[in-house]
């Protein structure tokens, strides 16, 4: 139990000197101080390295993490965006201490990849800050026009357009395809017929790569293509885009509405295409209300227990928010479980114009083959 409570999510205890100066504010009882407290400074143990500006930066940062989480709260955000660090510092005595939060450990598999994203993004932008991502993104070629294809799909074929997703493993079902060539996979998706294709970048959870999605983009495939990824920072929008993404995902279980309106229009400034994730009746809610949203995903897969219903998509487009869709002229993909023509009708059924697949057709030898046996036909002509 001990060892789970110090994940490799869980802060370090800091356990340092107290300068004789530093008032004594706040005295926790000692039952308070969990697990193991770490002794810092040199290692006679004499010297610290406790500024009182340290702890102001302490105390700065727990309340803007404090105000994030009742913002979130408001949203019915359940999600955390970082660990919690419990409050700043304590003294006793001598001694400062940082409290073990019962916390620290998340609560699910969404919030561990958001956490890990967070310390992840963080280094990638130390490498390639804003402004040189900037200069690259000037010199790129324009982005392709991902709902115009899902139109033209849609239209040609009076059947949902497919965005078929590029994804080796995913945490709920391991490794799904061995044998995994990304780009023999996307050449196979493009002449079965699909609109636009969906590349999983994250590494840890699903072994994709932003390799894999520069090597589709520079294989010739003409396809838009979705960066597949979580994103937490405004600057992901930027690096999808220098990687050759002409879309990204933006999930409302993770992101605040301020932030989804923000990065909507960095996408728009940008020329990326946002799909705007959802997966319950609120998060549906909370999107409808933020006006220039043009795509949204209803995700069957519930990313914190796993589990997949499609009637989730007929659910979340019944009623009054069915009509304010159709008002709004918004097209909505169905996402995630589907494997037969039945289930493509059922959710065409339900109102959706675009679906995104990939299970069912990339573990198929042949996808191209995958694609027509999803439809019951063939949809590439
Ligand atoms: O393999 P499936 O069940 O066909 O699902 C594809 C896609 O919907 C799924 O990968 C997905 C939907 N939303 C996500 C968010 C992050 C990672 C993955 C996803």
Known sequence: MESMMMSAFSLNH??????????????PSLSCLRLKAQQSGTTDGTTTDVSSSDSKVDVTDF???????????????????????????????????????????????LEEIVWNKDV??????????????????????????????????????????????????????????????????AKAYEKGGAACLSVLTDAKYFQGSFENLEAIRKSGVTCPLLCKEFIVDAWQLYYARAKGADAVLLIAAVLQDLDIKYMTKICKLIGLTALVEVHDENEMDRILAIDGIELIGI????????????????KLLEGERGDKIRQKNIIVVGESGLFTPDDVSYVQEAGVKAILVGESIVKQKDPTKGIAELFGKDISA
């Open 299 to 314: 995700n069957n897969r519930n990313l914190e227990t796993f589990e997949v219903d499609i009637s989730n998509t007929k």
């Open 14 to 27: 800091t356990f340092k000197l107290r300068p004789s100066s530093t008032p004594i504010n706040y005295r």
């Open 63 to 109: 309340k803007v993490r404090n105000s994030q989480e009742e913002i979130s709260a408001t949203q019915g955000i359940k999600i955390r965006r970082r660990p919690p660090t419990g409050p700043p510092t304590h003294y006793v005595g001598p001694f400062q201490f940082r409290l073990q939060n019962e916390g620290n450990t998340p609560r699910n598999i």
């Open 120 to 185: 992840e993004v963080a280094q990638m932008k130390s490498k390639k800050p804003l402004h040189t991502l900037s200069k690259v993104i000037k010199e790129a070629p324009p982005t392709k026009d991902f709902i115009g294809a899902l139109k033209a799909s849609y239209s040609r074929t009076g059947m949902p357009a497919l965005i078929a997703e590029v994804k080796k493993a995913s945490p709920s079902r391991g490794v799904i395809r061995e044998d995994f060539d990304p780009v023999e996979i």
